[in-house]
């Protein structure tokens, strides 16, 4: 019953490694734990058969370990208002971003997809001297106004647990906000020492 147990898990979690990358700490502690009772029971008392999903589910998770911490290590560091600052101003311009998605990544960083015309383009960046949620609120605030109902909403889906991306539109008259489902670790990013956000 254990070997049927650790196999599933071990497809199960292979799967979603290949399938839905990113590394939350709870995904590597349950892949590292599960792969290492693969490894145990393949190599000893059950049945050889679970070592090789085992070390491919290893192997799929420390590969995507080594990738998130080499992207966040090269990941431009700027001023929390800066960003705010050149996302306004880019988005107020004539020429500017005609829709604009924001959203907090667990680690803290902030994507930003920006579709000008025909051209897309995605940013992220990690902000320092601010909190990234309190950005994403100001921004939002600033062009859907301070009560879109996507900001509550936002702000009410983060208190309960779920992270969600803010779509902002350019309208004739106005811009306009909406919420839409984040596709990987839905948790939301706590930031530390922010007293709204903490």
């Avoid at 497809?11 to 709870?26: D, Q």
């Avoid at 966040?72 to 829709?99: F, H, I, N």
């Avoid at 309190?134 to 208190?159: H, I, K, M, Q």
Wanted: net charge positive.
């Amino acid at each position: 019953m254990v070997d049927i147990a650790v196999a599933v898990g071990l497809v199960a979690l292979v799967l979603r490694a290949v399938v839905r990358r990113g590394l939350t700490p709870g995904s590597l502690l349950l892949a590292l734990v599960v792969g290492g009772l693969g490894l145990w029971r393949g190599l000893g008392p059950g049945p050889g058969w679970l070592l090789w999903p085992a070390v491919a589910l290893l192997v799929v998770t420390a590969a995507d370990f080594f990738l998130s911490a080499r992207s966040y290590a090269r990941m431009p560091r700027t001023d929390a208002a800066e960003v705010k600052a050149q996302l306004l101003a880019d988005c107020r311009s004539g020429d500017g971003r005609q829709q604009l998605t924001l959203a907090v990544a667990p680690g803290g960083a902030v994507l930003m997809d920006g579709i000008w015309g025909d051209t897309v383009r995605r940013d992220v960046v990690m902000p320092v001297g601010g909190c990234p949620v309190c950005l994403v609120e100001e921004v939002t605030a600033e062009l859907a106004g301070p009560d879109a109902n996507a900001l509550a909403s936002y702000r009410r889906d983060r208190a309960a647990g779920t992270n969600r991306l803010v779509v902002l539109s350019r309208g004739e008259d106005a811009w306009t906000a909406a919420l839409e489902p984040v596709r990987a670790s839905q948790r939301p990013f706590r930031p530390v020492g922010c007293p709204v956000h903490s």
